[in-house]
């Protein structure tokens, strides 16, 4: 239950629902926000319907949310393609809805615990056995099954045959499966039509496998390692374990098409060349406030983000909710904001980033993560909160993904030197409630050059360019507080401990080479994807085409990140995709 615990915080009105109301601290200061922010809506894609061309007027999606992770995501693309939510408080909701979304977010077994516990359990069933028109995404898809290794053996609803297991990272796969893969379709679903070539995006680190006794209920599948069940229909009945939510113009094709099954008029995505897990290209936001008190997104260098001017003023490349957009119909695979003002007393109290999250989920349709502030705090009335309670409201205002930095650092020195896992941590209490797929551990190391090897207890590389005395070794030691303070241990230590602490993606930054625009440090990023069975993003220094196609030919970052040549409009997005097409690199187009 304790994920529905969270999803109902003492944040919220008096019996509300955790997806649909804002949190009471939240709802004076809507308006005042959005005037501060200066938002202009984004411009209209081309997905876009009214709801009266459902054929039969009735505008109205029945979903069914638990109360776990983020679901403002789904209730975004939903209301984006024209239609109105009708929230399951009963069962009864659920036997007379006229259209059930199931957007699972979580763990299976909590998820099972509150269905069974609210009596929804055997009304989804009927529901589901009488062919009424179902999706489920994600967990949606999984609690179909019999049952799931998640926590031990747990009993699913028993609809499909199969057990849900974890990915074997054995074979050189990382867990989770983060990214946008390609589908085989084995079965024709209208909800499929307009997937072609395109990659779909996938975060889970468990799956079902085709058999002969579910063969019947599989209409399309993909490769990670393994084949596995990518999506499953039986007459109206569809769940698919991708985003569609999360997977652009593509995804929200696929949601309209089970929201209008008799539309002929859908526009199809443009053609794609899909065939395999994509290399993602991110964009990264830098977010603070300035002199003013305006939010906006800065780049620094080596992480200083002010100007080299008489005023000495914040670096000033743009509005966040504006630039995130842009990127979004650029092409985009993530989003990632690191609030660097962090309202490091009281992050609940930081609006602003909070709205800038809402907006941005309303129109962009990528994973969004958020980072900065995300740690057990307590308020100026003495009041505690947990960095669960923090990184909750940050889920339920549209972040995909949390990114936690320095608290990750001082959670590792600890697990290093005790060997204990205390599950206290922020890690630790985040990965545990909404899965390590939600959280990612950036590192912030400066290299420290070294003449011999010996001479630290840390991990070092022989370096491929010597140092600036002639050193041939170096260690990479890790920083806090926004790269001002060296810690105790490094990159490689640290990335080690996160990992077995729960982290499901490293964000790997280097100071030295940050804003330099000289190529990501190969040597670093080569050492720690080298050293972890988990997606690690290699950030900092690029400035070229080339610098991408590098750091994945020559390490195994699965994902690449970049911010000032992006803001600075030296490198546009589409040009770093078409030239990793051109090396063979398979990204999604």
């Known amino acids: 239950m304790e994920a529905a615990k969270v999803g109902s915080s003492q944040f919220l009105a008096p019996g509300s629902s955790s997806s649909s109301s804002q949190p009471l601290h939240l709802l004076r200061y809507d308006d005042l926000i959005r005037k501060s922010l200066k938002f202009k809506p984004l411009s209209t894609f081309s997905v876009r319907a009214s709801a009266t061309s459902s054929g039969d007027g009735d505008s109205v999606v029945t979903l069914l949310d638990y109360g776990a992770g983020n679901v403002r995501s789904v209730r975004n693309a939903i209301r984006f393609l024209g239609f109105e939510i009708k929230e399951v408080n009963t069962p009864n909701d659920i036997l007379n809805a006229k259209r059930l979304i199931f957007p699972g977010v979580g763990a299976f077994a909590t998820a099972m615990d509150v269905l069974i516990q609210k009596g929804m359990a055997e009304a989804l069933c009927t529901y589901i056995e009488n062919d009424r028109p179902f999706l489920g995404i994600c967990l949606g898809l999984q609690l179909l099954f019999e049952s799931s290794e998640e926590k031990g053996s747990v009993k699913g609803l028993g609809l499909i045959p199969g057990v849900v297991g974890r990915f074997g990272s054995s074979n050189g796969f990382r867990v989770p499966h983060i990214g946008w893969n390609a589908l085989q379709i084995t079965k024709h679903t209208e909800i499929l039509d307009d997937i072609g070539n395109h990659h779909v995006y996938f975060v889970h680190s468990y799956r079902a496998m085709p058999s002969d006794d579910n063969k019947d209920w599989i209409s399309s599948t993909c490769n990670y390692g393994d084949e596995f069940i990518a999506s499953v229909r039986r007459g109206n009945v569809h769940a698919v374990q991708f ?14 098409r089970f929201l209008y099954p008799n539309s002929c008029t859908i526009k199809k995505p443009v053609g794609g060349k899909a065939s395999k897990l994509a290399k993602r290209v991110i964009a990264c936001l830098d977010v603070r ?12 260098d080596q992480y200083d983000v002010r100007e080299h001017t008489k005023e000495n003023e914040v670096r000033n490349l743009g509005k966040p909710v504006d630039l995130a957009g842009q990127y979004y119909r650029d092409g985009a695979d993530e989003i990632s904001f690191l609030n660097i003002t962090g309202f490091r007393d009281f992050p609940l109290g930081d609006l602003p980033m909070l709205q800038v999250l809402r907006y941005t989920s309303e129109n962009v349709f990528v994973p969004l993560t958020v980072g900065g502030g995300i740690r057990d705090f307590t308020d100026e009335n003495g009041r505690y909160y947990s960095s669960l309670e923090v990184a909750s409201e940050y889920f339920r205002s549209g972040a995909d993904k949390v990114s936690i930095g320095s608290d990750a650092v001082y959670a590792s020195e600890e697990y290093i030197r005790t060997g204990v896992k205390t599950g206290k941590s922020s890690l630790e209490q985040i990965s545990r409630v909404y899965g390590n797929q939600a959280v990612v551990v950036s590192i912030d190391p400066r290299k420290v050059w070294l003449k011999n090897p010996v001479d630290v207890e840390f991990k070092t590389v022989k370096v491929s360019n010597p140092g600036p005395n002639g050193e041939e070794y170096a260690w990479y030691q890790c920083t806090v ?29 280097c100071i030295d080479c940050d804003g330099q ?8 990023i080569k050492l720690i994807s080298n050293a972890v069975n988990i997606p690690v993003i290699a950030s900092s220094g690029a400035g070229a085409v080339e610098h991408f196609s590098e750091v994945f030919t020559k390490t195994n970052a699965t994902a690449a990140l970049a911010a000032g040549i992006f803001h600075r409009k030296e490198v546009p997005i589409q040009s770093v995709k078409e030239h990793l097409l051109s090396q063979g690199i398979e990204v999604r187009m």
């Open 243 to 256: 985003h569609p939510e999360k997977s652009g113009d593509v995804g929200l094709s696929i949601m309209r």
């Open 481 to 509: 507080s926004g790269g001002r303070e060296g810690r105790p241990i490094g990159a490689y230590e640290l990335a080690k401990a996160v990992e077995e602490l729960g982290a499901g993606e490293i964000l790997l930054n």
């Open 517 to 524: 625009g000289k190529g990501f440090d190969i040597d670093l």
């Open 289 to 300: 406030a300035n002199d003013k008190g305006d939010l906006v997104v800065t780049k620094g």
